[in-house]
DNA sequence: ACGTCTTGATCACGACTTGTTAACGCGAAC
DNA sequence: GTTCGCGTTAACAAGTCGTGATCAAGACGT
């Protein structure tokens, strides 16, 4: 599910990420985020399947260390899950693990209790 | 079916406990626990197949002496049950006993007088 | 059988965390 | 100068957590 390609390009199920040009592909559309978005996706596809604290993120994505009440990336979680989702309805990549952090998920997974997935 | 730390991961089982992330896989799907959740089922797994009293497990998730009466880890192992068995129906990992504590056993075991798992 | 203590399960409520949108300032492009 | 998108902070909404209370069910000795 997930290519760590050599070169420069993420594959996550139906994602594709060039690193170099900061173009992200969604089931062939192409996204237009800003720079923190592309970056904060990136960072979850490469830790993909792994729950990535907020101070990994912040660190990642803003390079510094991430201040009490700061909540950047949450408000950054919540702008990319807003296109993600316009390219791709019903299917959520980025799950939130209350206390841990989030997780991107690639593959949609056979969910055991919910996942209305229409025909 | 025990493997203590190779690099921060539990297995026991179909349990795959990553211990820095706070990631729970149950049959390859993603669980999503609390942290007391989490650290509960930590302290279950890391002594699989011991009986783990109240007393300890309370020290080892809240980080102070168990008061009387309180009941904590009770509703904790309740709510634990809950989602491990809605992530695996006829499994049960969580086993109760009575005056001594609870015990964590990731296989399912032929035992020979108890374990009537009616099919 | 009975009574008693332990354990299972659920609820309500306050505290806290997370989701989401809007406002503001900034700099770039025109 | 105006317009535009971006990034940050603030504000409010929505959701989750953890605790103690409560009642049902189970274990155990007599």
Chains 1, 2 share one sequence.
Do not use: C
């Amino acid at each position: 599910m997930d290519t760590p390609s050599a070169n420069g390009i993420l594959h996550s199920g139906e994602l594709e990420i060039h690193l170099g040009e900061g173009l992200v592909l969604a089931g062939g559309r192409a996204l237009t985020l800003s720079v923190r978005e592309f970056q904060l996706l990136a960072a979850l596809v490469r830790r993909s399947g792994g729950i990535v604290s907020r101070k990994e993120l912040y660190r990642a994505v803003w390079g510094s260390e991430l201040r009490a009440g700061d909540r950047s990336v949450d408000v950054y979680v919540s702008k990319l899950r807003g296109k993600l989702e316009a390219a791709m309805p019903d299917r959520r990549f980025i799950h939130t693990h209350p206390g841990f952090g989030y997780r991107f998920q690639g593959q949609p997974s056979r969910d055991f209790h919910t996942e209305a997935v229409g025909g």
